[in-house]
């Protein structure tokens, strides 16, 4: 079982920069892969970034060069380091895990999740 909780949301100027931390709580995080997704008003939720656990990674087509996600195994944490922020990344941002073991091979589904920080960025 895993507990996600992020914080690091708020509003920012078109430009700027904010670093989204999700803090983890599970025997096995170091184990599943985290992602982040993120939900805009009216709009159906997208898959931003994945970290497995080896550390790759994989980012969306909008967000490429601009956001970095990266994960500490010893603190049970993800990051997501946005910068270059446009009003169009304004949403509701999750953080999500999932195991990664013989019995639960990936399928693109996340079992657990984070109650969501809102980021806000105006132009």
């Known amino acids: 079982q895993v507990e996600l909780v992020e914080f690091g949301g708020g509003l920012v100027q078109a430009g700027g920069s904010l670093r989204l931390s999700c803090a983890a709580s599970?025997?096995?995080?170091?184990?599943?892969?985290m992602a982040w997704f993120r939900q805009a008003p009216g709009k159906q939720r997208e898959l931003v970034a994945t970290i497995s656990p080896g550390a790759s990674t994989n980012y969306h087509d909008s967000v490429k060069g601009r956001f970095t996600v990266s994960r500490d195994n010893a603190k049970t944490m993800v990051y997501l380091q946005m910068d270059s922020l446009k009003p169009e990344d304004t949403a509701i941002y999750y953080c999500?895990?999932?195991?990664?073991?013989?019995?639960?091979?990936?399928?693109?589904?996340?079992?657990?999740w984070g109650q969501g920080t809102q980021v806000t960025v105006s132009s």
């Open positions: 599970g025997r096995s995080f170091a184990t599943y892969i």
């Open positions: 999500a895990a999932t195991p990664l073991t013989p019995a639960t091979p990936y399928t693109g589904n996340y079992d657990y």
